[in-house]
């Protein structure tokens, strides 16, 4: 089968991967379409760690081929979007409804795939870019058959990491002031998000001028080329400013627009070993500085609202989908996705 693999040194399409089938708990997908996100550029650049060789992607969607032992919430033939928590489910985070937590979703990658005898890394405990995969049965959420499935993979990523973080980690409050800096795919779900939960003024950041017309679709109430004019929007500062790009100095100016009680939400990914600074002064007017792992989501409930939201018409998902690419030509949806060409480059099998 195709699949796309990284070997440590290149970027390669192949066709003759294997998967294992599914043992218990487990659930094997044929996946239909997986959203590029820059998380798979940033594995092939060195920014995440990962080891090698490794079977890409970690936002998909496809249709159940087979369940393993004990696997009743999905049948083969549903459709589903994937997660890319393979948490437990029985450890005090789960417990506690915080599967982003769980220390056996963080740091212990797979290996269900071969390829000439010679097993390979499973990427995010997802690798969307391969025709079949197989998941742990949480990751799987059934969604409803008129969902359109390139829209629906990018749930499994952008979605819940975007508008997760303003739900579930920032809990943005109706009539509140929020700043987005960086509209790939995760700053514009983060405005969908600061949309849906009734923020009063929107602020979008890029230095792209062509992205304004997308984030002002999405929700955003102004569009500036950078953050110098952002007090002349937010005199006072922002409620919430979430940084979506991963630079250092982009995180600064994000805690320095912040107004008293602010949160800062970090979303972007910089390098391992990146370090930013902020005045510690500043801090003491109740102003905070939060991580946000995944949207702090809850897959089987958020996968299943947002589902439900794109049904209703407030929730944008076709929108997002700039350009679908056969996976032959990942390289060039790679090269759109990291040129900003595209809001999601969606690979399709």
Do not use: W
Request: net charge neutral; charged share 20%; glycine share 12%.
């Amino acid at each position: 089968m195709r699949g796309v693999i990284f070997d440590g040194e290149r970027t390669e399409v192949v066709d003759d991967l294997e998967v294992r089938d599914p043992g218990p708990g487990e659930v094997r997908v044929a996946v239909s379409a997986a959203g590029l996100c820059h998380s798979d550029l940033s594995v092939v650049d060195g920014t995440i760690p990962f080891p090698v060789p490794v079977v890409l992607g970690h936002e998909g969607a496809g249709i159940v081929e087979s369940v393993g032992a004990g696997v009743t919430h999905v049948a083969p033939g549903d459709h589903v979007a994937l997660s890319t928590l393979a948490n437990c489910g029985a450890c005090a985070e789960c417990d506690r409804g915080r599967p982003t937590m769980c220390r056996t979703a963080i740091g212990r990658p797979r290996r269900p795939f071969t390829r000439g005898g010679r097993p390979l890394y499973q990427f995010a405990s997802n690798s969307a870019f391969a025709e079949r995969t197989v998941v742990k049965a949480v990751q799987a959420v059934r969604i409803p058959r008129d969902i359109p499935l390139p829209s629906a993979a990018l749930i499994g990523c952008g979605v819940l990491t975007g508008v997760g973080a303003v739900l579930n980690r920032a809990r943005v409050g109706q009539g509140e002031r929020v700043l987005v800096i960086g509209t790939g795919g995760i700053g514009l779900n983060v405005i969908q998000g600061a949309r849906l939960a009734g923020a009063l003024r929107i602020v979008a950041v890029d230095s792209n001028p062509a992205k304004e017309e997308v984030a002002r679709r999405f929700g955003a109430t102004d569009f500036l080329t950078s953050t110098e004019a952002v007090r002349e929007i937010l005199p006072t500062g922002a409620d919430h400013a979430f940084e979506c790009v991963g630079r250092v100095e982009l995180v600064r100016q994000a805690v320095d627009l912040l107004d008293r009680h602010g949160q800062a939400v970090l979303l972007g990914v910089p390098s391992a070993g990146a370090e930013a600074s902020f005045l510690v002064s500043a801090m003491y007017l109740d102003k905070s500085i939060l991580g946000c792992r995944y949207g702090s989501s809850r897959p089987q409930r958020d996968i299943t609202l947002y589902a439900d939201l794109y049904r209703e018409g407030r929730l944008l998902l076709d929108e997002l989908v700039t350009r679908t690419y056969p996976v032959e030509d990942f390289g060039k949806a790679a090269q759109d996705a990291h040129e900003g060409r595209v809001a999601r480059a969606v690979l399709t099998f």
